[in-house]
């Protein structure tokens, strides 16, 4: 059926040779029209299953993740701005007034500041005054008023206050107009009189202390005060650096999703206009300024536009370097160009496919153009090498071109099915990367497969009618040369297959002591807002500015917050913990112990409003006293002429108490005295009513009505819709180095279960792509066997087709060691790659020593093929390590990893084909020729 085909093929190129190219025209005019603009994704998560429970919990947890996402914009001075704080504040404020109305204006952007999350909400700026400070300050004063409330205590004696004797003035009164009591009357009045005598000296002499009790309120409010501005600084403060010299705007942006590409680019080219007009302004213009974008959405944006120049670079300097290398190779100027134009045809319906299956490309999948012309080449140079071999046989064009279709078309084919077949084993993995790189480049194979097999000839043909050329155009030839190296092999068989099985035992040692480093790194392109933020994290050293990556935790309760941060803050890659108890004082519980004093506060200020009112109406208070002393002293007098001398004895000491009374009370200093009261009552009253408004916050639930007194935007951010706390704790950067990653995640789970990080991402996607990385290796070797038995028919054949890729790829694991790679996201691919490269080497050599075998024995047969169509081999090998070159100029560290690992994968496989598959080759069919 093969033959069949490629008969049909071969009539079609030969009789409609212009209906083929002018088909081809008409596809690549749609193809382009087709595929700009090309869609590049660049975010992790399009790495992953779409269908993965990690998607889902992003999905689910969007809105939070994406709440801390913004566009930064980095203003700072050039120059040293050292011990010039001020003026350095005061002039990035006034370019900060230029640049925040042009950000304003972009139809993204939802809101731009300066300043932190806002301003104390209402009615809880006594809440904001606590810290571990001002909290033991006043756990110390509760204690102190427990002491001091006796001098103000009637201890268990009632009177009013404002008339302390008025009652018991009616009663001594009696003795005076003659009525007269009895003895044991008159020691209960005496009794109750020198109890309240006690209690009104008391306070008298508390009177004094006052002014010490109002420096330590007054010096406590202070306290509060600083405490209070510290926290709103926090809140509501500029985002300014220590020195002053940078100054950070926020963009918080509409609906926004750092991981859309589109609305990334969108965001960030409105940006840098707003920054372009920003700098025509006469404050720019007169300082020295410097203005940077940084922030989630510029780096998606500049690592998005990063990749398709590296994309079209990468091709554009492979295609470039595969003409030179055509030129060398073919020793023809016009077949190496002859034989690029299907490759560019190639390429072009590549990204058509792939922009039609799965919608662009994703970072495993933006060097495939560079992939494509690797592999497509391949298959032009082999048709090509055959067709000059057969015209420099004294056959015409026509002829020629039959016999290069009919023969090495099926080599070919069979080469390009496994290749196809490697790729396709790709789509059984988990990786949503590695199943798009599956489906691109399987069928891109065969589609530049049947590109070439039916243009390039169908260009032959059209080009040798038009110039009516009937002298074939010689290649370069390096029969000779090969010749020598298949030789070689052959005499030094045995001892090349010896070293080469030592070289791989020890490769294989190596090579099982090679790592899987799984970094975002190495797929992460350089760009400059990363370099940005590493600045910005140096100058401001915390999260504060939300730059870096970051994991958010879910606790439901706040024994649970407390429980989570006080084992995230003993992890040590963890930098800084962002939640409202950075918002609020460090304990809660400690509130319980504190509020029980507004009690007694409220009793010590009705006390204080006792003294004022008794200073305010000293004179009043004075002719009381006065007038019942005289009352007194007529008692006393009756009490002398009764004989009553123990009565006598007690109204004198109670006369003595309440001149004593009358002493003091006109020796205070009224007006400082009144002042000294009216501060206390005001410290009083603002400590009363901070935890009255502390009592109502605790009754309605610990930690629920705490919520209330965030800033909204802080509110919003730590807390959830449902009624969850949300916790930010950052890492650094070291993260993604090692096993960093994964003993953090197994310290967090620890923690808590319901957390999210983007840095999960990659830790899920390394169990993905271990997962896929042997189940695509196991696929590909049973595909390629099964393949390549079916194309060649041949067990021991089969065999010898891939041991330039066993052993090509033994030494290529122990090459890797000894340079320091290791795989990644981007190079585990090689695996793949290598098999389906590796194996065409051989498969090529075997096919053409079939067609050589029984022509001048079987030394002869091994020369001839091998130097003839080993030609073709190392071209394809030589254009193949070219095109992988050229991603060593790529700005992603992936894609340089892949281009070094390639290269030597790819460069063993090609040594490996011309001498040890000659040797084996020998020795396994020289016994049954003797």
């Known amino acids: 059926m093969l033959d069949r085909l490629l008969k049909y093929v071969y009539r079609l190129v030969r009789y409609r040779a212009y209906w083929v190219i002018g088909v081809f025209l008409v596809l690549v005019v749609l193809v382009l029209s087709?595929?700009?603009?090309?869609?590049?994704?660049?975010?992790?998560?399009?790495?992953?299953?779409?269908?993965?429970?990690?998607?889902e919990e992003y999905k689910r947890r969007k809105e939070t993740v994406n709440s801390t996402q913004s566009l930064t914009v980095v203003l700072s001075l050039k120059g040293d701005g050292k011990g010039k704080e001020a003026a350095n504040r005061e002039k990035l404020l006034k370019l900060a007034g230029v640049i925040e109305p042009l950000l304003s204006d972009i139809p993204e952007i939802g809101s731009v500041n300066y300043r932190a999350e806002g301003s104390i909400p209402e009615g809880y700026e006594f809440l904001y005054s606590l810290d571990d400070r001002t909290l033991g300050e006043l756990r110390r004063l509760k204690g102190e008023l427990e002491g001091s409330l006796g001098g103000f205590s009637s201890d268990g004696v009632t009177f009013d206050p404002e008339n302390p004797y008025g009652d018991l003035k009616q009663k001594f009164q009696k003795l005076e107009s003659g009525d007269g009591v009895s003895e044991e009357?008159?020691?209960?009045?005496?009794?109750?009189?020198?109890?309240?005598?006690?209690?009104?000296?008391?306070?008298?002499?508390?009177?004094?202390?006052?002014?010490?009790?109002?420096d330590r309120l007054s010096s406590l409010r202070k306290e509060f005060r600083e405490?209070?501005?510290?926290?709103?600084?926090?809140?509501?403060?500029?985002?300014?650096?220590?020195?002053?010299?940078?100054?950070?705007?926020?963009?918080?942006p509409r609906n926004a999703e750092a991981h859309?590409?589109?609305?990334?680019?969108?965001?960030?080219?409105?940006?840098?206009?707003?920054?372009?007009?920003?700098?025509?302004?006469?404050?720019f213009q007169n300082g020295n300024y410097r203005i940077e974008l940084t922030g989630s959405f510029v780096t998606n944006a500049e690592r998005n536009s990063a990749l398709k120049e590296d994309m079209l670079w990468t091709t554009v300097i492979s295609s470039v370097a595969v003409m030179i290398a055509f030129f060398f190779a073919l020793g023809s100027l016009f077949y190496s160009t002859l034989v690029a134009l299907p490759l560019i045809v190639a390429v072009l319906f590549a990204l058509g496919w792939a922009k039609f299956s799965v919608g662009g490309f994703n970072l495993l999948t933006t060097f495939l153009p560079a992939l494509v012309l690797g592999l497509s080449i391949d298959y032009g140079i082999h048709l090509l090498f055959r067709f000059s071999e057969e015209r420099l046989g004294d056959h015409s064009v026509s002829e020629a071109i039959k016999i290069t279709i009919m023969k090495k078309g099926k080599g070919i084919f069979i080469a390009a099915l496994t290749t196809a077949a490697v790729f396709t084993t790709l789509t059984f993995s988990r990786s949503q990367g590695l199943v798009e790189m599956g489906i691109i480049t399987s069928l891109g194979i065969m589609i530049s497969f049947f590109v070439y097999l039916f243009l390039l000839p169908s260009l032959i043909i059209a080009f040798q009618r038009w110039k009516r050329r009937k002298r074939a155009v010689e290649l370069f030839d390096y029969r000779e040369t090969l010749g020598f190296v298949v030789d070689k092999s052959l005499k030094h068989g045995k001892k090349l297959l010896v070293i080469s099985l030592i070289i791989s035992i020890l490769a294989l040692v190596a090579a099982l002591r090679l790592d899987f480093q799984f970094t975002s790194n190495n797929v992460s392109t350089e760009v400059e807002s990363v370099r940005v933020q590493e600045r910005i994290r140096n100058d401001f050293g915390s999260s504060e500015v939300s730059i870096g990556p970051s994991f958010v935790f879910f606790p439901d309760s706040i024994e649970e917050l407390e429980a989570l941060e006080s084992g995230l803050g003993k992890i040590d890659i963890v930098k800084s913990i962002r939640s409202l108890r950075g918002y609020l004082p460090e304990d809660f519980r400690k509130l319980e112990d504190t509020v029980g004093n507004s009690n007694q506060l409220k009793r010590l200020n009705g006390s204080l409003g006792q003294i004022t009112e008794v200073l305010e109406n000293r004179e009043s208070e004075v002719e009381r006293l006065e007038s019942l002393v005289g009352d007194l002293s007529t008692a006393q007098l009756s009490s002398t002429m009764s004989s009553r001398s123990k009565t006598t004895v007690r109204l004198n000491e109670a006369i003595d108490q309440l001149l004593e009374i009358r002493k003091k009370l006109l020796g205070v200093n009224r007006p400082a005295t009144l002042k000294t009261v009216r501060n206390l009552q005001s410290h009083l009253g603002f400590l009363s009513e901070g935890f009255s408004s502390l009592e109502g916050i605790l009754d309605k639930g610990k930690g629920k009505e705490l919520v209330k007194a965030l800033p909204e935007k802080v509110r919003s951010t730590l807390t959830t819709d449902k009624g969850e706390?949300?916790?930010?704790?950052?890492?650094?950067?070291?993260?993604?180095?090692s096993d960093n990653l994964n003993n953090f995640v197994d310290q967090a789970s620890e923690l808590s279960e319901d957390y999210f990080g983007l840095p999960l991402i990659q830790y899920k996607l390394e169990g993905h792509i271990r997962h896929d990385f042997i189940i695509s290796t196991t696929l590909a070797v049973l595909m390629i066997s099964i393949v390549l038995y079916r194309g060649i028919s041949s067990i021991r054949l089969s065999l010898l087709a891939v041991i330039p890729l066993i052993l090509g790829y033994l030494w290529m694991l122990a090459g890797m060691k000894l340079m320091g790679m290791n795989f990644n996201f981007i190079n585990i691919i090689i695996s793949p790659l290598l098999i389906g490269i590796g194996v065409d080497d051989g498969l090529h050599l075997i096919y053409r020593w079939r067609e050589e075998e029984g022509k001048e024995g079987l030394r002869g047969s091994i020369l001839n093929a091998f130097s003839r169509t080993g030609l073709a081999v190392v071209t394809?090998?030589?254009?193949?390590?070219?095109?992988?070159?050229?991603?060593?100029?790529?700005?992603?560290?992936?894609?340089?990893?892949?281009?070094?690992?390639?290269?030597?994968?790819?460069?063993?496989?090609?040594?490996?084909?011309?001498?040890?598959?000659?040797?084996?080759?020998?020795?396994?069919?020289?016994r049954g020729e003797k």
């Open 876 to 926: 394809t090998s030589i254009t193949t390590i070219v095109v992988f070159g050229s991603l060593f100029l790529a700005r992603t560290p992936g894609l340089r990893i892949l281009g070094g690992t390639a290269l030597l994968g790819i460069g063993f496989a090609m040594v490996l084909s011309l001498t040890v598959l000659p040797a084996a080759l020998y020795l396994a069919f020289s």
């Open 260 to 283: 859309n590409v589109q609305f990334s680019r969108r965001l960030t080219n409105a940006a840098r206009r707003a920054v372009q007009e920003a700098k025509t302004s006469q404050v």
């Open 227 to 252: 405490v209070r501005e510290e926290r709103q600084e926090t809140i509501g403060g500029q985002y300014f650096s220590s020195d002053g010299s940078t100054l950070l705007l926020k963009a918080s």
């Open 34 to 55: 087709y595929i700009f603009p090309f869609p590049i994704r660049s975010s992790l998560l399009d790495l992953l299953p779409q269908n993965d429970p990690l998607i």
């Open 725 to 737: 706390y949300v916790v930010f704790a950052g890492v650094e950067k070291s993260i993604y180095e």
């Open 185 to 214: 009357e008159l020691r209960e009045l005496l009794n109750q009189l020198e109890k309240r005598n006690d209690t009104v000296l008391k306070r008298l002499s508390s009177v004094d202390r006052l002014r010490d009790w109002e």
